[in-house]
């Protein structure tokens, strides 16, 4: 008797040797489609939403304090916190529904918005002024946990494409999250300048709060296949940090990994502290998100042409040469005061980072058991996040207190200020060459790194993780 073809032709793709797969590009008529791209529809909603509360507020509070550390401190909660919750939420990702989750996080961050707005209307405009008020503080405070909140997803997302799409098409399939991504900061920094300048905060959060809610109806009338979550370790509830320690350390190179994008992160805060101060020094709120929105189109591309190319064989060589390409670009484009070498910096950026973020995701997917993936993308997450905060902390008073005045009328002025230029702006724009040149200098040494080998044959020589729908789930179609 011959054999009986798998029921599920996506069991006959996995079962297939690579060279008899069929095409790893992305169809409409994969059975996984309609599923994925109604929650990169709903996700896109909600990142529209948290990224423009990102952009106003730290619009909006160096509009009004003119403070380039009030701005670096917003930056230092958001990577704190960011940091302090990673954890956390990998574990809530891995054992709840993975819907319940995203709705969660959702409903989350409404209430907190909602009462960033009764706040917001309560407080005099002067208090917003002054770097040190109480209430100013407190609204940032509350701001930043709702858009915490929102990082729910950032960890679900990936977990839930290793459980609907075929590990030969995750490369494309992550192209398509860095897309949803582009469209996200497209329309956030263009919306953002032009509320804060047009009415402050207050538009921003009515548009945050109408949004939310037209998300949260959304989320409840998509029909997410049960194996998705059929296939999360349920044994218990625990964060179980030692257990996902045990996991990393298992993966030949994989803390060296972490670890490097621990560090490239602490020289990356670098942007965090001080790119708005060093835009809004040369342009206008509005000018200056609208200049957003134009570079975040090449997000977009980018991430159309991953998901129309793919990635390169050895995802984890691609990471750190992208990472030389854009440490290059960060000691070049401070070159000048300008506000054309800033954006011609920028393009470069957004072009490259996709690249970063996709790779990463797809090394980790195939990599890692998929019901650990949770814990391990959130460990991940708060190890390489530790290291910003710390940047963002130390860095926007170094620039403010050091950099500047030391560019302004100090030594800096008199050695390099003749072809460098002088003045406050020159100040940030120093602290960008140094950071660039680490940035160079930690990546040359980890791509001739033991490290680096290891992980690229790891990636190299493992079968792909245990695919819930793959092994024999229900097809998402035929569940919708």
Do not use: C
Request: hydrophobic share 50%.
């Amino acid at each position: 008797m011959t054999d009986q073809p798998p029921a599920d032709p996506r069991q006959a793709e996995h079962a297939a040797p690579p060279e008899f797969r069929t095409p790893a590009r992305l169809r409409w008529s994969d059975p996984f489609m309609p599923t994925f791209v109604q929650l990169l529809a709903n996700v896109l909603l909600v990142s529209v939403i948290n990224f423009t509360v990102w952009f106003a507020i730290t619009f909006f509070v160096y509009l009004e304090t003119r403070s380039v550390f009030a701005t670096g401190m917003i930056a230092g909660i958001f990577l704190v916190a960011t940091m302090l919750t990673g954890i956390w939420f990998g574990s809530l990702v891995d054992h709840h529904s993975k819907k319940a989750v995203m709705q969660g996080s959702a409903l989350a961050s409404v209430v907190l918005y909602a009462a960033s707005f009764g706040l917001y209307l309560i407080t005099p405009r002067e208090e917003f002024r002054d770097p040190t008020s109480v209430r100013l503080w407190v609204f940032v405070v509350l701001l930043m946990t709702g858009m915490i909140a929102g990082n729910l997803r950032t960890i679900a997302l990936p977990t839930v494409v290793t459980a609907l799409v075929p590990e030969h098409q995750r490369d494309r399939a992550n192209g398509l999250v860095g897309t949803t991504s582009g469209v996200s900061f497209l329309v956030t920094s263009v919306i953002s300048g032009l509320l804060v300048g047009a009415s402050g905060m207050f538009g921003v959060l009515v548009l945050a709060l109408v949004v939310l809610g037209i998300a949260l109806v959304h989320l409840s009338l998509i029909r997410i296949p049960s194996a998705v979550d059929d296939a999360a370790d349920g044994a218990d509830h625990k964060v179980d940090l030692r257990g996902t320690v045990q996991v990393v350390r298992g993966i030949p190179g994989m803390p060296a990994l972490i670890v490097f994008s621990t560090i490239n992160n602490f020289l990356g805060g670098v942007f965090m502290a001080l790119m708005d101060a060093y835009g809004l020094s040369m342009v206008s709120v509005q000018a200056w998100g609208l200049i957003w929105g134009a570079l975040s189109a090449v997000l977009i591309v980018a991430g159309l042409l991953i998901t129309r190319t793919g990635l390169s064989s050895n995802p984890v060589r691609l990471i750190l040469l992208i990472n030389l390409a854009l440490w290059t670009t960060t000691v070049v484009f401070p070159m000048r005061n300008s506000i054309v070498w800033l954006t011609v910096g920028m393009v470069v950026y957004m072009a490259l980072i996709p690249y970063v973020e996709a790779s990463e995701q797809t090394v980790l997917q195939k990599v890692v058991p998929y019901e650990r993936q949770g814990r391990v993308f959130g460990f991940a997450q708060s190890v390489e996040q530790s290291a910003s905060p710390l940047t963002a902390f130390l860095i926007s008073p170094l620039t403010q207190f050091a950099f500047v005045p030391f560019m302004t009328d100090g030594q800096g002025a008199d050695w390099i200020g003749g072809w460098f230029g002088t003045g406050p702006t020159r100040g940030i724009a120093l602290v960008f060459v140094l950071a660039g040149l680490l940035g160079l200098a930690l990546t040359t040494y980890a791509l001739t790194s033991r490290f680096y080998r290891d992980l690229r044959d790891r990636y190299a020589a493992a079968p792909a993780p245990s695919e819930p729908l793959a092994a024999g789930g229900a097809s998402p179609a035929a569940s919708l």
